[in-house]
């Protein structure tokens, strides 16, 4: 359970009440930044992941983190003939033993002092011969094993994690979600608490990071997630990390009736789910807010016209008429868009055909076109589709926001409007699916 420190202390109470106090294993301090400006007290730079076991037969992978410099200077502080940094180590563990490891060696006899040797006699012998055994110059002095770094795995993961950066606003993970997590955090979560071939649940999978690197890692995953968008974000995201993935996607809408039934439990999702439906490029709001009458934004090569824009107006209610469709023929000629998309879930009225034939055609570079359309979704799945320019063409990369601050000024997407691209979960063949539906979540195995 990862959350920053304002309520952490609140989930660990509602996370002992499921699990049990006794199943608590650590609390994980992320440093997220480096530094963060904070009025009147301590710069807030980490968040905590809350760290539970269902049972005492929990699934666990030592995982370990590289020596810093500073321990290396500190605690390998000898150097041999080579120049190589080596320190001391025990070649004797606590206790006596009976075995091997109890008889004595080079006349020293460990069991006397109630210890016992950490390798037999046979092994200690291979290591003196390959120089791996410091002896001390002072009489009757031990022997010490000389380690080097390299013959260690590393320092073992605490539960102070600094080593993980966060995205800054180049890196090419980064999608331009809110609160997206670093891969590299959730590939050594995985790690630690799953083997390959194992399921990884993420129940609030945002834009699928958790499911990024379960599919990396050889894991089969399931993702939830309440948002449209954010199952688009996912879909994009594991295709362009392998296009062969294979996943399927529940609780979309595969009906008129699914549709209408998504339309009266959340208008906005069914916004969000109607525009990747006929394909935007770009959603005009991604939150719950005004939209000044523009849901979504396509655009396409216009020829010497430079580029056409396409906007979209979506409307899931019972109530919708001709009055809406002047209003949006408003719209489109403020944003002096070339064409519109009206969406309705049910048939439109004549008065409503009317209104958007009054709006004429507009000349492209792919012909003739209306220049307003009524989309509606109940005719969709009747198999009827909106005549538009071809938009396939258009690089995915142009609406990314770095990318687009360097395009010239001129008819090109709004650079305000979020975009977010279409994408979601998935798994290696035969693997876990993911299924999601915005009004009762739930998620199933192939």
């Given at each position: 359970m990862h959350c920053d420190p304002t309520a952490s202390h609140y989930l660990k109470i509602i996370m002992d009440s499921v699990f049990g106090p006794t199943r608590f294993l650590?609390?994980?301090?992320?440093k997220r930044t480096s530094a963060h400006s904070s009025a009147r007290r301590y710069g807030p730079i980490h968040d905590v992941i809350l760290f539970y076991g269902k049972s005492p037969d929990f699934k666990w992978n030592h995982q370990y983190q590289p020596y810093d410099q500073e321990y290396l200077d500190r605690f390998f502080d000898q150097t041999d003939d080579e120049g190589r940094k080596w320190k001391r180590s025990d070649l004797t563990g606590?206790?006596?033993?009976?075995?091997?490891?109890?008889?004595?060696?080079?006349?020293?006899?460990?069991?006397?002092?109630?210890?016992?040797?950490?390798?037999?006699p046979a092994k200690l012998e291979e290591l003196d011969a390959a120089g791996r055994v410091h002896w001390p110059k002072k009489e009757g002095g031990m022997p010490r094993l000389k380690q080097y770094p390299e013959d260690l795995p590393?320092?073992?993961?605490?539960?102070?994690?600094?080593?993980?950066?966060?995205?800054?606003?180049?890196?090419?993970?980064?999608?331009?979600?809110?609160?997206?997590?670093?891969?590299?955090?959730?590939?050594?979560?995985?790690?630690?608490?799953?083997?390959?071939?194992?399921?990884?649940?993420?129940?609030?999978?945002?834009?699928?990071?958790?499911?990024?690197?379960?599919?990396?890692?050889?894991?089969?995953?399931?993702?939830?997630?309440?948002?449209?968008?954010?199952?688009?974000?996912?879909?994009?995201?594991?295709?362009?990390?392998?296009s062969l993935a294979q996943f399927e996607v529940g609780g979309v809408p595969r009906d008129f009736e699914g549709a209408q039934r998504l339309a009266s439990n959340d208008k906005y999702q069914f916004q969000w789910w109607a525009n990747y439906l006929v394909g935007v490029q770009a959603l005009k709001e991604i939150k719950k807010g005004p939209d000044r009458g523009i849901?979504?934004?396509?655009?396409?090569?216009?020829?010497?016209?430079?580029?056409?824009?396409?906007?979209?107006?979506?409307?899931?209610?019972?109530?919708?008429?001709?009055?809406?469709?002047?209003?949006?023929?408003?719209?489109?000629?403020?944003?002096?868009?070339?064409?519109?998309?009206?969406?309705?879930?049910?048939?439109?009225?004549?008065?409503?055909?009317?209104?958007?034939a009054a709006f004429g055609f507009v000349q492209t570079a792919h012909g003739h076109l209306p220049k307003l359309q009524i989309v509606s979704i109940a005719e969709w799945f009747r198999g009827k589709r909106p005549h538009l320019p071809s938009l396939g063409h258009i690089s995915r990369e142009f609406f990314e926001p770095e990318k687009r601050a360097k395009q010239k000024k001129g008819r090109v997407p709004d650079p305000s409007a979020p975009e977010f691209k279409f994408s979601f979960p998935g798994t290696k063949a035969g693997s876990t699916v993911v299924h999601f539906n915005p009004s009762a979540i739930k998620a199933e195995s192939l």
């Open positions: 650590s609390e994980v301090i992320w606590a206790g006596t033993r009976n075995g091997e490891t109890g008889k004595i060696w080079r006349g020293l006899d460990v069991t006397a002092k109630g210890r016992h040797w950490a390798y037999p590393g320092v073992p993961l605490q539960d102070i994690w600094s080593d993980i950066r966060p995205l800054h606003n180049l890196a090419a993970e980064r999608l331009g979600y809110p609160t997206q997590k670093p891969q590299a955090l959730l590939d050594r979560i995985i790690k630690s608490s799953s083997n390959a071939g194992e399921v990884v649940l993420d129940p609030f999978c945002g834009c699928g990071t958790t499911v990024a690197s379960a599919h990396a890692n050889d894991r089969q995953w399931i993702g939830i997630d309440v948002a449209f968008h954010a199952i688009k974000v996912i879909e994009d995201r594991i295709l362009r990390q392998s849901d979504g934004q396509m655009y396409f090569m216009n020829g010497p016209r430079g580029w056409g824009r396409v906007l979209t107006s979506v409307k899931g209610g019972q109530h919708v008429g001709s009055k809406d469709v002047r209003e949006f023929k408003a719209v489109i000629d403020r944003e002096r868009a070339e064409m519109g998309l009206f969406i309705c879930l049910n048939e439109p009225t004549r008065d409503m055909n009317t209104e958007a």
